[in-house]
């Protein structure tokens, strides 16, 4: 039996696609109910694209939706709703949400200022609530075996962290007419006191944390307005102390020209090495010290099981970004069912709230940083 | 509204989950019956997994799903069916349901002999009925740049074309106890008389025509039986030559130890060439006469339009093979679509059932030519 | 006819080779006199392997060769001296030969102190004396295309810069037996206060320059000691203001497994980017703004001619290290040359001992930041 | 001691200054005679470029030199000469040379006719003179670890052998006004009866057999002439039998635009696989059975130390074609010091006389081949 969900937000959305995408490719769920849009039209056409065969779960408001949606029960009720509106609004609709008792799976970031955000997993926590916040780039199959290598002590003690996220797309879209996915993002009123930082240094400050655990505890940051004229800042570079005084270095960038989305994460260990880049996201570069490079390949059977089992296809068959989107909508369904089949789950993992509160904290920590001019600020 | 679709076979089959999301990735369709197993038991499970409302629509043979689904008419009826299969019944089933009227999609090859493969087009030719071969691979967005590219002239004039297809699944397969898959394909009475060639030698000379438009006029092939002891070509090397004496090179292989699944394209012009690789698949290499090699990224606006169609996310995000099987589902809807709505289709383009043909044909000059001790035969 | 050269050290050690292969790479000069070692069999032996002819001019301490050599006068004297001694004795020897008036071509560092350093480069700029301080790695062709490029504007102006120095020996040297090398460097009497930033960090530094001619204002440093029992460190992560308000960060290790001497540069603009890895140093990664990655190969046309110049080959035959020390040495004996021949030189460049005094003032800089907690330090 | 060479040809040539570094990188050898040019005043200059101190020692044309070096005894003898001179004349030099008891160091390709280059051979084995012909590729240090792995029984048997070496100038020369190198190698006259198999294709042709140790029995070549107007090929796919019914398979192209000197070489084994690139020309692509891809780097303690002992810098410095060059002259070179000081030499390999006949009688075969419309054709 599918599980059943519903969907705030969507119509006209580039996110809402992928969020479609990621909670069925596997086949577990059907959207079965929405607030697509606040105009009634285009939530109707939406709902009729994505196929909800229940017209009268088709909201134009997400409030009547979690009241009315929160009234049903047993095979009629939602087993989850995703959030994907602008990050303003995560907050208050996330928050009706959870007091209707839902489980939810909310955009990244979770909100806007770390209050609000640990609202948000404190009601998730009191209500013993699943919540994924989609750090989509954790889901890859590979940093699950990155995260299974550390954890088995494949490369040792971690020594030093480098990760980074160039992309060049604000550095066109500035020359652009078509803008308004930039200018969206530029607004300060829309996305926070913070752009690179929020929206992609976060995804870096995650990755991070899939792959080894490890949050950091104090950030020295330097922002740069790239061009000078932005009002937040493109451009970002941040020290990190993680536990253990091991030092991480992040680096996110909107107008790095010559990167799309070059995520790339390097974690180095007493014993070895792992790397791992999104252009080559089904390969995992692997140093044993002495050894010579070696690439593993995503569903080999020299893997850890708990990476084999989030791949769908053989060795060498590329898997993408709506795969990794699927795996933390898998391993969140997972969690869900084994609830109503009243069995332990496996260990699957995927982003909680707890890292959604923890990712506002780090931006938060970095803003300070930089206003103090680049010092060591305390996360929290 | 979404069209609804059939499928035969898929129960425990490893292709038949890429198909399903293939048909599904774009929310254009619905798996509304099959004949998914011909044990009713699992032929249920399979329906249910994948979200089949009305059970009286699960069959468990083929030809009672093709006498009863025939019968529909309206809203209720089938817009296409999906054959997924073993090789050997892909004939009578997809005749079967071409003598229904039903548009159909089959997994390659589309069958064992010329004269199979020939009645299967001449009776979808004869009823004007839609049919798609998945020859996967051909779905890759950069794939169709290639076509456009060379279609407006932008490497010149085809000199030369270069392509291969190692793998080295069987070499693994051959050392280990659970090789129920590889022994399928070793076996003749299943798989044909040819392995390697029909396998995946295929696919790249799909490749080359969907990339370049051409087809071999005459093959020269070496078949390698490695190990010895197999019954088939593990291994297959074949010269080809092109309309306009322009000679390809294309070289398979299933036992090609540290290579998954490395499809490889390069096409020579007189003005310059274009590179792709299947670990790569989102970019492009692109070489114009005297300048520096590029790399064309898929969903780059300096893309043709017939390629930026075919991407679902920013540059930079990968996009898989499930994809890629989007992509040939999307473009065989489409015309469906067309067809239903009374509108000219756009340009969209998948492996017909004439490309099925030729593949077909192609095996059997190369099995010809083997025989011969790597003789010169024509294809036809 | 060929420079005649001299040259201090060398007898047993790893770099004087290079040294020896670029300066006679290009059969420019020949060895004439030299005191290889303080042992007078050593040196003979390091005599006569590399073919210096006359035996009289081979001796056992340096001041004596400074002295006897720079009575020599026409044909007899030599055209310049080469220092290769460890870090804490280039000051001495420099300043000697450079009181005899001799060109000079000094390993890097140039010397321990900033007082040192800017010492010498009084005394050569006093006496217009030519000095070439080899910091190898800008030698290599596409970094002179590269600061041609940023001189011509192709990139715009520069955005921001990144640049690492990942390398994994001394993580093997200490698990390993023989570690005489990584002992060496670990001795701050013989190495300094700094090793990591001092021996690699530097390299970095100057290569930026190279590039773009730019040099940091101040600096922002976080050394690591990796494995804690290190004195000095071994990874050190350094945020750098270049001038413009334009942020660098530069990054180098010795105990980065997975990376053996993985040199990268990059530098972003408004216009495009370029990146070089030492991995592939042969070419050149170039995007403009809007276009598509492409990777400018050496010796080919489209490159400026101060680059085309510094290739021996045809374009796709690597050039290595040898070839890039080959070039300094190059540059360094064109200026010689022109000289001797009363005439202007064509626009070399290479490292001089200006550069080598930039050199010891940001590692200071950088040890003064790391020992502050991190803070901003100017250079200088 | 160095050991004293002459050289024939050289002023003006393109290759002669490679054979120059191959020959004194290592600082073994040192130019002594020479005949450079049949212009008189041109020799002079290159004699002087290249530091000859014995202007008497400089011919101007090649009888005279064999004549006069011939009759020189003890210290004076030259112990190798080296002939660098057009493709048409290596024959009549060579023979002059042997006959005055010279071991040889020969471009390649040896000669043009298989008899020529077999009276060659037996003239050097009945004076037991060491004969070097610089297949320069086979000089690197990976293809001696390829050698050493596969004879050790690293990768099991061979099973196939894939290896192509596509170049793009030919495709730019014949656009551009400055094709006198094109030209040259495009004459029948001087370049013999074959283009790209003779220049290019026979340089596979030994890269295999260092790599393995294995030469064609048999040949299926197809020569294309692209552009049409070419009257010799432009680029040549070659079948070929190896030994124990191995197949392989061989391209060469002058006309592969997005290709410079892309020769790549790939073994395929029972137990595993090998893979070298020239654009990586420091490492080697080793996969064994069911594990994953690995790279070795040159110079590192896991590789055999035949390879090591080819590496003059640590892991990750890179060397180029100098360097191979120079090592095939080192390995040489080492036979001959060892046989003038009466001992043992230690094993190391160059491309001998014999290799050269090889490559004359495989060109031969290849066009027997294509002449005969890709038949196949016994080598020999």
């Known amino acids: 039996m599918k599980l059943k969900f519903g969907m705030v937000g969507g119509a006209g959305g580039g996110i809402s696609p992928m969020h479609m995408r990621g909670a069925t490719i596997d086949f577990m769920a059907e959207l079965t109910a929405g607030c697509f849009s606040r105009n009634p039209e285009k939530?109707?056409?939406?709902?009729?694209e994505w196929g909800v065969r229940d017209v009268s779960r088709v909201y134009a408001d997400y409030r009547t939706m979690a009241e009315e949606e929160g009234k049903k029960t047993g095979e009629d009720r939602l087993d989850f709703v995703v959030i994907v509106t602008p990050n303003d609004t995560h907050y208050a609709i996330?928050?009706?949400?959870?007091?209707?008792?839902?489980?939810l799976v909310c955009d990244k970031p979770l909100a806007l200022t770390v209050e609000e955000s640990e609202e948000l997993a404190r009601i998730a926590r009191?209500?013993?609530?699943?919540?994924?916040?989609?750090?989509?780039?954790?889901?890859?199959?590979?940093?699950r075996q990155a995260r299974e290598m550390i954890e088995h002590g494949d490369i040792g003690d971690i020594t030093y962290i480098n990760a980074e996220y160039p992309q060049e797309w604000l550095a066109n879209a500035l020359v652009q007419t078509d803008s308004a996915n930039a200018m969206w993002r530029l607004d300060p009123k829309r996305a926070g006191n913070s752009q690179a930082t929020a929206d992609i240094g976060t995804h870096i400050e995650y990755l991070v944390k899939a792959a080894t655990?490890?949050?950091p505890e104090r950030v020295l940051a330097k922002f740069d307005h790239i061009p000078e004229t932005l009002e937040m800042e493109s451009n970002t570079t941040i020290l990190c102390q993680y536990p253990n005084n091991v030092t991480g270095l992040l680096?996110?960038?909107?107008?790095?020209?010559g990167h799309e989305c070059d995520l790339r994460l390097r974690v180095f260990g007493t014993k070895g090495a792992i790397e791992w880049q999104h252009q080559d996201a089904n390969r995992l570069k692997v140093?044993?010290?002495g050894g010579p490079v070696q690439y593993y390949s995503a569903d080999s059977p020299y893997n850890y099981s708990e990476s084999v089992r989030l791949s769908r296809t053989?060795?060498?068959?590329?898997?993408?970004?709506?795969?990794a989107f699927g795996n933390i909508y898998r391993s969140f369904m997972e969690i869900l069912k084994a609830r109503k089949e009243g069995r332990e789950p496996e260990s699957f993992t995927y982003p909680t709230v707890e890292d959604g509160v923890n990712g506002v904290k780090f931006v938060q920590a970095c803003v300070k940083s930089n206003a103090g001019g680049s010092i060591w600020v305390d996360v929290e």
Chains 1, 2, 3, 4 share one sequence.
């Open 251 to 257: 680096w996110a960038s909107q107008v790095a020209i």
């Open 213 to 215: 655990g490890l949050s």
């Open 314 to 323: 053989n060795p060498g068959h590329p898997e993408g970004l709506f795969e």
């Open 126 to 143: 009191e209500r013993d609530l699943p919540f994924a916040v989609t750090y989509t780039y954790s889901g890859y199959a590979m940093i």
């Open 287 to 289: 140093t044993k010290l």
């Open 94 to 103: 996330a928050k009706a949400f959870l007091e209707q008792d839902f489980p």
């Open 43 to 48: 939530g109707r056409k939406q709902a009729e």
